[in-house]
């Protein structure tokens, strides 16, 4: 079996299982990331070489080293597959793909997936419900829409990831008093209807254009209330016979259809509005979610999403077949907290449902996993009270995103 070369991009610290699966189906790895991340605790038994960044990574200066690197770099190796590992790397795995003709998702398909403004557009012309949107552009058609819609309104980065640079804006003036405040940059944003409802993900593996594994959660505090108002993230995952199961599967599987996604990992969100019950679309990504999601999911089914998503990327690039592991489902709960203390002392946490426990400074988090999800919701609300009173400390959002 002839061995090949994957590029993995990762200018955030992440996927790590990724690379070491990725090595130990006999593949060559390499690393591209960001200099200021190269003692950071890397896989390195499974990564054959480092490439670096300059920081900023995400510059016009910095994409242009990039390729003019990577050219040099394939004179004398071979790169069969580029593979972006966090939300800021799509576009650069995408135009490398594009530069050098490697096959994988292109610049126009990888926009869907990062991009906000694009994201709405191709859904709401493919008739997916999304809330009320405009781009800041041109403005009469800002006027008219603030005029034609209810406040608030949240003002949006459009290539941002989680909840960096969003801000609420309640009443016309408000809202274009910040977009004035943008100033050469507000064509980088739009503006979107704040609709109240419940907040869901959704994380999959897509397989030749089909959805082959997927599970749906829901949020107990979503990242935008946890960034903005200080709060603890929860989240858990559904039961397969809760009333929005089978809605928020539809909607997705159509969101990836129209969106172009062939072979990959993707964390989805979507919101059901308290004024009509009505599933819409709010924003996907062509990787593995973030914010320790994915070892939720792990325990929830059994199926470690890095993992699996390097074994379809090989099976792909091989032209083999790919079979997604047998689902065990489990019920799984994630509550994550900035702690004040620099090494919380998660000891005094002791429950037998508990599945894993966070290892970062400043922060508390816990993994719990049950066949029954009452117990699961028991435990989140227990913990989330003992975590405001024993550890919990909060920080504003960044105005841009951190490594």
């Known amino acids: 079996m002839r061995s090949l070369s ?27 990331t960001d200099q200021k991340l190269a003692d950071k605790d890397w896989p390195r038994d499974a990564i054959d070489e480092f490439f670096f960044l300059p ?16 050219a040099h770099a394939m004179r004398s ?10 939300d800021f790397d799509v576009e650069k795995g995408a135009l490398v793909r594009e530069t050098f003709r490697i096959p994988g998702m292109g610049q126009t398909t990888a926009r869907f997936f990062r991009d906000k403004l694009a994201m709405r557009m191709r859904a709401s012309s493919d008739g997916i419900r999304v809330p009320a949107f405009s781009p800041l552009f041109h403005d009469e058609t800002i006027t008219q829409f603030l005029q034609s819609t209810e406040a608030p309104w949240l003002i949006k980065p459009r290539s941002e990831a989680s909840a960096t640079g969003i801000q609420k804006v309640h009443s016309l003036d408000q809202a ?8 050469d940059r507000r064509h980088e944003f739009l503006i979107e209807q704040f609709r109240p409802g419940r907040v869901y993900h959704v994380d999959s593996l897509s397989y030749e254009s089909r959805v082959v594994f997927t599970r749906a959660s829901k949020y107990l505090a979503t990242p935008m209330e946890v960034a903005h108002g200080g709060g603890v993230f929860r989240t858990v995952n559904l039961p397969p016979d809760a009333p929005e199961i089978e809605s928020l599967y539809a909607m997705n599987a159509r969101v ?12 989805s969100e979507y919101i059901i509005g308290d004024h009509d019950g009505e599933v819409y679309f709010l924003e996907t990504a062509s990787r593995v979610g973030g914010a320790h999601i994915a070892e939720m999911v ?18 792909v690039a091989r032209n083999e077949p790919y079979q997604v592991p047998a689902d065990r489902p489990q019920f799984a709960g994630l509550i994550v907290s900035l702690a004040r ?25 816990l993994i719990v996993r049950s066949n029954d999800p009452a117990r699961i919701q028991q435990l989140l609300d227990d913990y989330m009270h003992r975590i405001y009173t024993e550890f919990h ?10 490594s």
């Open 55 to 70: 920081s900023p990574s995400n510059s016009s200066e910095s994409l242009d080293q990039m390729i003019a690197g990577l």
């Open 77 to 86: 190796r071979k790169i069969d597959r580029v593979v972006a590992l966090d």
């Open 298 to 315: 792990e325990a929830a089914s059994g199926i470690n999403l890095w993992r699996e998503w390097a074994i379809l990327e090989n099976a």
């Open 176 to 183: 274009w008093s910040v977009i004035h405040a943008l100033g």
């Open 341 to 365: 203390q620099q090494w919380p002392d998660q000891s005094r946490f002791t429950d037998s449902e508990i599945w894993w426990r966070m290892n970062r400074e400043h922060h508390v988090g």
């Open 6 to 32: 994957f590029l993995c991009i990762a200018t955030y610290f992440k996927g790590e299982e990724f690379m070491r699966a990725c090595k130990a189906l006999g593949n060559t790895v390499y690393l591209l």
């Open 256 to 267: 990836m259809n129209a969106f172009g996604m062939r072979h990959s990992a993707s964390h």
């Open 393 to 402: 400390a909060s920080a504003p959002v960044p105005d841009k995103p951190t």
